[in-house]
């Protein structure tokens, strides 16, 4: 079998002393908090007799890397005589987008610089016959570096199962199916094991307070080809080209917003064959173009046209998201950019019926989503949801129902009130996938 050099990770022999991390600080000057290479632990609580694993993990550098593929920017590339993944930050807009593609939580982003780092392999030292000081460093053998079977597919506890083609060897994974399981209800250590086993690592949810300008970003975006969408209908409450370009700017310039370089957004197109990202970008501009050229000269082909590449935009930002890992299990989501979008068709245009049946299916949807989530339990998430129950579906479905369905500017905000929350609460139930997610 061919083989290539990689990191050989032997799960026996690590005691978590975190000397690999300690050398990877002194090589290449990085500094804390900021780490390129993570110890990861489960029983983080040191409760006797569960046993303890350890984890050290760096990038990796694969074979089909997944930050390669997503980052709009092409900010990554292979040096060709190491193989490893290079990342040039004078490129980098700072999306974060790599950040949640990645399985190893390789790349980190840099806070003061609005840029992302990563580990490069310490490529220097390679191309000097040397391996690099993580390896070096470790005093138990537990990291090493040396030749690895090519496609060496790691199927074993702590690493991602998708056909990225990592370069590690991963040894003595056996001993996690060996560490002894305590019956908690005599030792009394219940709650505390459940939250041992489940935060094997630091919490990489994703706030979406944070993630707040991305959240307005994809509503508007959803509004704005709704909106457009119903233009055709004989009754619809047509979007003014003034209205349309004006929230256009304003979802451009939140996007911005997310960016720690924003004055580098123009690099955002660059990746077009395999980041959907990139393409997102695009159609959005492409979007916004044709349709301000429709209203404009109120050409019914041209508008056409803009509803097509409206939704082709809107499936673009489905894609983006397709990266994480969903709390959901549905294979859809109530805040879903199409289904928000044809809600606000069916507004617009006064499909008065239609729209029942979509407030309906979204409501569904977001109750079986919400009524699993462990934030249920906390009073405030309570009342979210039950804001989003009563302004999007309940008083809607009221008025429509017992008003003759007749036009009003309170139903609209209503519904749109609705599915802002929605989309916020969104960013909420996916995070991306991490060592040791798989943890039991």
Not at 406 to 418: K, P, R, Y
Request: hydrophobic share 45%; charged share 15%.
């Amino acid at each position: 079998m061919a083989s290539t050099t990689g990191f050989i990770f032997d799960y026996s022999k690590c005691v978590g002393c975190h000397a690999c991390m300690v050398a990877c600080y002194v090589e290449n000057e990085t500094k804390p908090p900021l780490s390129w290479r993570n110890v990861n632990h489960f029983n983080r609580e040191k409760l006797p007799l569960l046993g303890f694993v350890h984890q050290s993990i760096a990038c990796n550098h694969c074979k089909d890397a997944p930050c390669m593929k997503a980052c709009p920017a092409n900010a990554f590339s292979f040096d060709t005589e190491t193989g490893a993944v290079i990342h040039n930050k004078e490129v980098c807009i700072g999306c974060k987008y790599c950040t949640w593609a990645c399985p190893f939580d390789a790349p980190k982003f840099n806070e003061i610089e609005g840029i992302i780092e990563k580990c490069h392999l310490c490529y220097h030292r390679l191309k000097e016959g040397k391996i690099p000081a993580c390896a070096l460093n470790c005093p138990t053998g537990a990291l090493s570096f040396g030749e690895i079977p090519e496609n060496p597919h790691p199927d074993t506890f702590g690493f991602s199962q998708k056909p990225i083609f990592p370069r590690i060897l991963v040894k003595g994974s056996n001993i996690v199916n060996s560490v002894p399981e305590l019956d908690a209800s005599v030792s009394g250590f219940d709650k505390s094991l459940q939250k041992s086993a489940s935060t094997a690592t630091p919490s990489n949810e994703i706030n979406p307070l944070h993630e707040l300008p991305l959240a307005l970003f994809t509503y508007i975006s959803s509004l704005l080809v709704g909106w457009f969408s119903a233009n055709p209908f004989q009754n619809s409450f047509n979007i003014p080209l003034w209205v349309f370009g004006t929230l256009g700017l304003i979802a451009m310039l939140l996007s911005t917003f997310h960016l720690g370089k924003p004055t580098r957004a123009y690099h955002s197109i660059r990746n077009l064959k395999t980041s959907w990202l990139s393409r997102e970008i695009l159609l959005f501009g492409i979007f916004m173009v044709t349709g301000s050229i429709a209203l404009f000269i109120n050409s019914s082909i041209v508008q056409y046209v803009g509803i097509a590449i409206g939704f082709a935009f809107l499936i673009s930002i489905e894609m983006v998201y397709s990266v994480a890992v969903k709390k959901y299990k549905t294979p859809i989501h109530s805040s879903n950019t199409i289904l928000t979008a044809l809600t606000f068709l069916t507004l617009a245009g006064q499909l008065w019926n239609v729209l029942i049946v979509m407030l309906a299916i979204k409501t569904l949807l977001f109750t079986v989503r919400t009524g699993t989530d462990k934030r249920s339990q906390k009073l405030w998430f309570s009342l979210i949801v039950l804001t989003r129950l009563v302004a999007g579906f309940i008083v809607p479905f009221s008025f429509i129902a017992f008003r003759n369905a007749e036009f009003s500017v309170g139903v609209i905000l209503l519904v749109a009130m609705g599915e802002l929350v929605d989309r916020i609460l969104f960013y909420g139930d996916f995070s991306p996938e991490r060592p040791f997610s798989n943890v039991q």
